[in-house]
């Protein structure tokens, strides 16, 4: 069944989320970082150059020539990245369910329920299994 978390409960969640998100936020960017660097480096940049007849890997007294900028471009593409997962444009969809009934649905100007419950939103809410009965 459903039941309303503590507030202590609901910071918890809050902080954990958090951190989920800068993780993420962080480690995306960074394989970015790695794998363009990497493209750029032991390619060329412009893939025309494979129609023309020429090479497309970059020969090797060239891949330290190439590294520097390699790198710059793929820091511009993970800051870029970092700021748009941290600083979303469109705020998420917030979920809202009933405690009595268990329906689920988008949040809307509606806040009452068919059941005669309410709804309210899920982040505020944790499932609790029900207790079996005691037997005598």
């Known amino acids: 069944m ?3 978390k503590t507030p202590a409960e609901q910071a918890t969640s809050e902080i954990r989320n958090k951190r989920i998100q800068l993780r993420a936020a962080m480690i995306y960017p960074a394989v970015l970082i790695l794998i363009v660097t990497i493209i750029y480096t032991f390619t060329y940049p412009r893939l025309g150059s494979i129609r023309n007849g ?4 970059v020969p090797q007294n060239q891949w330290l020539t190439q590294l520097p900028s390699a790198f710059i471009v793929g820091v511009l593409i993970g800051v870029g990245t970092f700021v748009m997962m941290l600083y979303p444009k469109k705020s998420p969809k917030i979920t809202l369910i009933c405690p009595e009934c268990g329906a689920v649905k988008v949040d809307d100007e509606i806040t009452s329920c068919s059941c005669s419950g309410h709804f309210v939103d899920i982040k505020t809410m944790k499932w609790v299994e029900d207790e079996p009965p005691l037997r005598p």
């Open 54 to 57: 020429g090479a497309f890997l």
């Open 2 to 4: 459903w039941v309303k």
